[in-house]
């Protein structure tokens, strides 16, 4: 039994990691922290896991709380982790961080990216970035993993493999992705009330989404990036177009680069997001258009699940040598 | 491992039996019918679960199809079940059918509010109606089950035990129902269309729903239903009042009905369906009103779960003497 | 052209007076007080008047702001209108309320059901109850209407035909009712949240909201009231049920007391909230059920229309000697 | 008054001219027809319009129809008009046809794209393409204007001043565009049923979507488009990307090549859908991106309204020398 401590275990994603780890053959949520419901249990803050934790109560974190702990997960606000990884790192507890703290490796890209200086700059290097199926053998070894953003998981995933094999130009990339509003996180916010999004399509964060610089990283290219706001809960779907170099089919790339994955299925079906909805998984096409001579090639994930807590947890299986699917073999709930 | 049949796998239903064995202990689905979409894989037909069921393909039932199998499944459009039942029965194979054909006790009954005569009256005896909570031990000795209808499972268990208990009059009871759009099945018809339903809340059936059947004959009981149809894919809501008796607290009554069941949760709290989405769990609640002296009893379900394939499985679980809960325990996925 | 002042432009209620009367004949919106977004632009708070409004901008209110001002519309929080209506009152200007704060002609009823004394129990003799369908007359000769509560009006106009012929039984009415988000108002909360209501459906307020009061002092009857909450942005559905004396057809009845209403439509069609959906419209129909000896009535109103904006100009309308239909005969927005 | 006939008045863009003829000042629509519900009540089929239109019956289409018509206004499935224009323009009738059949200019580039012959392809120089902001003067001297389609209207309005302007590059152009469900029509299918679309997103039409050969005929320009569906009923976002030039600012040419006009906004703000639902405004936006030398332009429309049936009206308004906005003045109907 691994002792498992969250923090921000009462937002959207520490539901989900509880949701994943009661079914989890190892894990055991142990230590549950979260600043805005201390004291209140978890039947009133995740209803739908009642069942499992009942009376389990949120706490406040402090060092002493890491104590008896084996693996420390943190879906917190961004900027926290900061100021919290030195205090984890320091007991060589395996911990992995979805914020986006530590996913970039170079403090001036992230000071462009997030508009201010970052505050531990040294611990960097310490941080793994977590995408299994393009960072594994890292990951297996490391203390610390940055687990990537969920539009950077969706978009890295349907363009690595094109930009690697050399079959789409590294310099010219568009993703245009769209998400469900529980990737908004949980805080009340006009922006995300029902009234506003129900029966509306958006874009936002124009030219200047943080994700981008996730993707630049990994894909090693240069990348515009336009996320959208969908009028549904979960997923993302991530739509990239590139100019094809000529060098190979993307969709035969992509089944061979994916083949031994068990998360991910690249096929000619048009993915949709309500497909991998409640799992892990990852539904990729491509295409190469001749009449334009670009490569089309589409990602879908649910935000929560492959773009959070469900790669959280494949990361941690990683570190701690378990089998990389414990706990996270559940297909998509549908319809 | 027990070698299941389903019939209708195709369906909406099919599906989530298909969802929930792939997590189950012991039982396997060997074969899948379904008519319209004979010859098709399940990667087509519910790309949800191409991960584990792939290239498995949909048959045309026939009954050599029986052999080799340990446990049938029907999820069939209504009246398909008269038809098949004497076969499935005459070779002793235990049978859960989600039809509406067999669940109630009397073909006067059924002929009244169906509208036709009963193919097969002298079966109906052979059936036992299946909601564990309220039958488990009939159920467990049988052979042949008519799995309860979704309506009548989620207001028969908020309201059997103030029934029972003589809490409210018999005599007097409404029930106010509303699910989401899956509970029609996947036929494609204009009334469930998205552009249809999007942003709009109607009842339907008015005093005329068949379910209304189910609910008077488990609970002895004279019943006023009107279902409604929600925006939203899972789910049902039932809200129920009736006359109280003056002979004990409600919610009491409902905590203590269901103090040991795995499934059933009363609590003070107002119930939201999406508590229980993708789960086999009910959350119940029920209040006293004064003002009027009239009860209120509120349950939640998924339609797809504790509604359909959820009940169905558990149902199997006990007529094949396996845990009850077992392929059962994950929580509801939120939000 | 009557200059027109709202206080509470820049909620929801605000931005449907706002479009509506872009389209009146008569009244032109000239003072728009938001405190919350007062140096605001109507473009930026309400995107969709940029066409019509464009620069105008909200202001914060003082008693200045009523010279030159010749209606006065409110569509405030809870309890600001009691602070407010004397000053409004004592300069004569027509005024058109939509808080709940002058709806209940007692003090003591107030009291009872809102918690707390009524600050101004001396104007509630001031205000006239705001349904036009039944008190056109008095509001005619008003100087002040309390525009009724959504949910309130959807049942009252359900029902009221039905107990003044005394078709029901007065002293056992249940109205089961469902409201799209909007009805919860603009400010953030985690319960109007999209990721909270997609997907799930849910009571609230059991036994004790206080439009129970408006419909028990406009239907001189006793009614329990169990609000809802959908997953859509717009419209109320009330299902109501009541013994039936057998003293004639309910449905007869409704068509016969809204034959020569421009706005209320009785039919034998189970209406659907979206056929009103942006209009000042009523569905409503009726059914005797002889099996239970009750009768069940439906009304589908938009709670934004009919159920606010559409009723406080129609109020105000009648007030001023215009067409009452003036600037409200656009049909519902479908699908 | 224009009496006017409307074929296909039983679906969607149907009911929506209906609605729109309901509020303008000189049409009336006086002969509908509908095939599949020919003898039906727009009262049954339309409910949101029966209190306008109550009792008019659908009637099946044939020519001695034309007679007593001043208009024609047909929405039909794709293929109808080619073998109705003859008839009508033979009549001499304004004709505005929704179809794709006349939208293209030239019979070749129709059977590349939609894969068959064209059945008259001596029609296709009567009609003119029907956007009135780039291409007023030739639909008003008209007697048949093809509208163009929804994806269409939505993208060739935010790239056609800038590729005029030569702000981008006209041969490397991506519209990513995305439409709520009623764009599919009123028919039942599978793809858009509820419980298929809600909580999903997906794209659809990979390369091949045939409004792509109308947004290169109007932006003489090569476009790779890729069509999204959105779980909403009504709304198109279009995001496009080109090559930027360095001719000048993207923001500043639209807004100057829209600053006369009435229905279309150009501001900074990234444009929500539901600003437009309901009316026939079209807002937009567009940013260069000195990272990646690309030019961003965003596009929001009602596919039913800007997208169809208010454009169809703008045509007609022109062709008949009224006001252009004549019965489109309506604001969007938010939230």
Chains 1, 2, 3, 4 share one sequence.
């Not at 498992?4 to 989900?16: D, F, N, Q, R």
């Not at 992995?96 to 531990?120: I, K, N, P, Q, S």
């Not at 990361?315 to 996270?328: F, I, R, V």
Request: one cysteine or more; aromatic letters at 8%; glycine letters at 10%.
């Amino acid at each position: 039994m691994i002792r498992t401590a969250i923090l921000g275990a009462s937002g959207y994603v520490g539901g989900e990691l509880l949701r994943l780890i009661a079914a989890h053959p190892r894990l055991r949520a142990t230590k549950l922290f979260g600043e805005s419901k201390a004291g209140r249990t978890v039947a009133e803050v995740h209803p739908h896991l009642a069942p499992v934790y009942a009376d389990t109560t949120f706490g406040r974190f402090d060092e002493a709380a890491l104590e008896d702990v084996d693996l420390v997960f943190a879906a917190l606000p961004h900027g926290h982790s900061q100021a919290l990884a030195a205090t984890i790192l320091a007991r060589g507890i395996p911990f992995v961080d979805l914020g986006a703290d530590f996913r970039l490796d170079d403090a001036a890209t992230y000071e462009r990216w997030y508009g201010h200086a970052h505050e531990a700059p040294d611990l960097l290097g310490e941080f793994v970035y977590g995408i299994p199926e393009i960072n594994r053998v890292a990951i297996r070894g490391s203390k610390a993993v940055a687990a990537a953003g969920c539009y950077a998981t969706a978009a890295i995933l349907a363009l690595k493999p094109l930009v690697d094999a050399n079959i789409v130009d590294s310099k010219d990339i568009i993703v245009d992705a769209a998400s469900g509003v529980s990737g908004a996180g949980r805080e009340a916010k006009e922006a995300t009330g029902f009234s506003t999004v129900d029966g509306s399509f958006a874009a936002y964060g124009l030219l200047s989404h943080r994700h981008t610089a996730e993707m630049e990283m990994a894909l090693e290219a240069r990348v515009l990036f336009t996320p959208h706001l969908v009028p549904m809960t979960r997923g993302i779907l991530a739509t990239c177009y590139a100019e094809a170099t000529g060098a190979g089919d993307p969709l035969e790339a992509l089944k061979a680069a994916y083949a031994d994955e068990r998360f991910v299925h690249a096929t000619d079906a048009a993915p949709a997001t309500k497909w991998v909805s409640g799992s892990n998984g990852v539904q990729l096409t491509a295409r190469y258009d001749d009449r334009t001579g670009k490569v089309l090639a589409l990602s879908a994930i649910d935000n929560l699940g492959k773009g959070a807590a469900g790669q959280m947890i494949q990361c941690a299986n990683l570190m701690l040598g378990l089998d990389e699917a414990a706990g996270l073999t559940a297909c998509g709930v549908y319809p």
